[in-house]
Each structure stands twice: as C-alpha cells, then as structure tokens.
C-alpha cells in the first residue's frame, strides 16, 4: 500500500509541472491555455531535437545526459522568450471580459501545434535518451524509489515553492497579483499590463518547458498527447483550488495517488479513478480542496 | 496671473457611440483645492479618468504645465504627476495595505511622500501595514486609496467621491487631510455629491450638468439658489 502512495505521489509530481504553467496564466491573466498539452509535447520534441543536435556535434565526448542538462539550459529562456512573444503579440489581444478569443485562439494554437509536430516529426512517439536514468531506482525502507519520478517530484516541489514566493514577496509577484486583481487602476500606478502579462507567460513557459523535458525522460512522447496532458493538468488544478499555486502541488498528488490506486486495482482502471475523483471534487467542492481566497 | 497646472478645452468624451463630456473648459491653478459637484450620471467621473488617460480623449484637450497630455497611457500621466484616488477605492484585494501603498510608488516621482511620512498622516495605517485592504473599514480602505495616490509624489491629486459610503466623522478626519497637502504647493480636485462639504473644503466649484459645465465660480461666492438651479437645472 505505501509503495502505490509513494509512486503515486511521484508521479503526482510530474501532474504538478503540468498544471503550475497554467495555474500561473489563469492567475495573472484568467487566461485559460487549451493548448497547454501541446507547448508541453511541442517542447518535449524541442528538448529531444536539440539534445541530438548537441550530441552530434559534440560527438560522443559528453554523456546523454550531460546533453540533456545542456538541453535544458537552452530550451528553458528560449520558451521564456516563446511565451513572452506570444503573450505580447497575440494572446494579449484577445484578454478582455469575455473569455471565448483566448479559448478560441489558443484551441486554435493547439490544432496547429498537434499537426506541425505531426508533420516535422512523423506520429511516432519518440523520447530523450537519458543513459538509463528513466530506468535506474533505488530501495529505501522496503521501498522501491525511482531517480528521475524523484528527481521530477523535487523538482515540482521547488518550482511551488519558489512560484509561491515570487507572488507573495517579491515586486514582480506584487504587479501580478496586482494587475490580475484591477488592470485599470494597476495601470493608473504605472504598471504596463501588457508587459506584466507577458512576463506571466514568459514564467509559465519555463514551466511548460521543464514540463516536456521531464516527460520526454519519463516516457514516450507523440505529436497528439497533448489533449491528454491538458486533462491531467486541468484536474491538477480544479482538485486543488484555482490560482493557488500549493493547492495544485496537492491536486497533483491526489490525481497521482488516485490514478495509482486504479492501475493497482485494474491496468485499465488508472486514468478513469483519477477522472471519477475530479468529477466527485467538482460535485462536493467546485471550489477545490484550496482555493484562494480574495478580500 | 500664473499659468494654470491644468487645463482643458473643448474636451469631449465618449463611451462606444454614447457621448458623456460636451465641450468642458476647465482650469486648475497651482495649490488650488478645486471642487467639482453634479448629480450622478453628469460626467464627473469621466472627466476624472479622461484626465488620467483611462477614457481616451483628444492630445490637445487636456494640458498639464503647457503640455498635451490628452489621451497618453495612464502610466505616462501618472509620471508625470498627476495621481487619481479612484471612486470606491478599488483597492487591490489580494495586496495587503503595504503592498497597496508600494505599488502607488511605482511611478518613481522624487518627492517627500514615502511610506514613513504617510503613516505620519494616516497612523491606523501602519498599524495595519500586513492586513489585507480588504479587513480594513471604508474609512481606513479610503485612507489606503490616497496613500496609494500620493506615493507617487503627485503635482495634482484627483479625487474622486471621497466621501461615498463613509461615516461623517470619518469623512471629516479624510477632509481634514487635505489642506495639509495644498499647504505644501499640492493641487487637488475632489469629485463630490455633498454640495455643502465640496463649498466648505474647496476655494473654487465646478458644477457639472449632462456632461457640460453649468456653473463655474468662488466656494464662497456662489449662491445655494444658483447650485441648485446648476446642479438640477431647474
């Protein structure tokens, strides 16, 4: 019984790297990211291409995963600048009152993201070589732990931490909570909201990116997992509360815990416990487990 | 005679096809404490937000120190000094009432108000620096709003219905605020329904009507007949 609470736990962790990035944009923005799933698989395939790049030019003389750190080093301010461009020439046309051009443009965004990948990379699933780490575990207390699901769950726990911090302490958390709460008299103090918004998504767009970097080492990815993924990270984040960052750390772990418990019961029941305990959240407290409270 | 700190002419102002401002001539001179009154729905407000660049209006229509400034970003107005206490406050309800004073500072004007000076005007503040705006009474939340508003060391404060929704006693404690301000070269414009509180704080009145200017003259100087007929058009 531990050992399925532990793996689902880790595996919670990944859920959580799912959800932050749109945690962060429905926080600061009320924008809901339907192509969420996809910046994630389109930045697994980024990581895996520029990770055989490096290889091939390096020639052999730096490990898989070395490739892989020097990956990530890349690929997370390439989609700071990603997220930042398109929040500032696109996304941020369509914010408003009524939120359909957002849904709308970013369903849009999916489509087209789900068939260039198709057409770059073939419908293959494809993953980023890690020179065994995806494989390698160790035994702890009778328990069978594994590295990279550890190292991704540490992972999520610090991105929280830190998403928290930045909001609650920091000048810039400051404008966001700001410009979220009254984007009129945030501007009247002098704030640019178009700018704000598109540092939001610049963040939530690091987060995607680590988001694809780690499932692309977990497991396979293909050009139409994206839809799956946006589902996992929607519940994430409706068990946990809207726009509080730990309340989806913990979302993520009950969707994990959930989801193990069905695999244990039944290989096909997994995905299906985790839907049936969104849809119970949704019934008995819409407002999640934690949501965050406004004056 | 000085050059006024601003001014308007002709300015006109529109929400989608509906027109609300017809023409205001309006000048504020420097250290003034100028009243603006009117029934609601007469364009106080708006004349307010057409000021700070949150309604969009003609560059030419509103100078500020011989400048255009008609229509730029909220930002840019605010840089350049003028600072606006919004009706209902509107405070940031997720910031807490230091975090609501900080932001007010983002304009980066040099000046004399800082959070320890305006804690000296408003004490209750700093007792509650960590509470979030949103526990405080309509009093102390107002006290908030022009904390906000004079962090960014403002030329001119634009107020707009101070008094709506607060007790009387603390109104007078808001009120009794301002002349400190003018006392030091301020310029303020209050927004105010309370005719008789808008003649008593304010040296000079402007009464709005459907969008017009109806009467222009000295606090001291107007008639209680001539409001009445200004301000109701009868």
Redesign the interface.
Known sequence: MFEVLLQGLLLGGLYCLFAQGLSVMFGVMRLTNIAQGDFIVMAAFAAIALSATISANVAGSIGALAAVALTAALLLPLSFGLGYLLQRRVLNRTLGKDPLPSLVVTFGLSIVIQNALQELFSADPRSLPTDGLNTRSFELAGLNIGVLPLLIFVAALACTAALQQLFARS?LG??F??V???R?????????ANRVFALATGLAFVLIALAGLFQGMRTTVAPADGPMLLIFAFEAVIIGGMGSFWGTFVGAAVLGVTQQIGFTVDPGWGLWFGHLVFLAVLVVRPQGLFP?T?? | MSQPLVETTGLTAHYGDAQALYGIDFRLMPGELLAIIGANGAGKSTFLKSLTGLVPVQREAVRFQGQAIGGLPPGEIVRRGLAMVPEGRRLFPSLSVEENLLMGGLAQRPGPWNLKRLYGLFPILEEKRRHPSGALSGGQQQMVAIGRALMSNPKVLLCDELSLGLAPIVIREIYAALPTLTAEGMSIVVVEQDVSLAQAVSQRVYCFQEGRVSLEGDSRQLSREQISQAYFGI
Do not use: P
């Open positions: 000048a400051r404008s909570r700001a979220s709460d009254d009129d008299i945030a501007q009247l103090m002098g704030l640019d965050k406004r004056g």
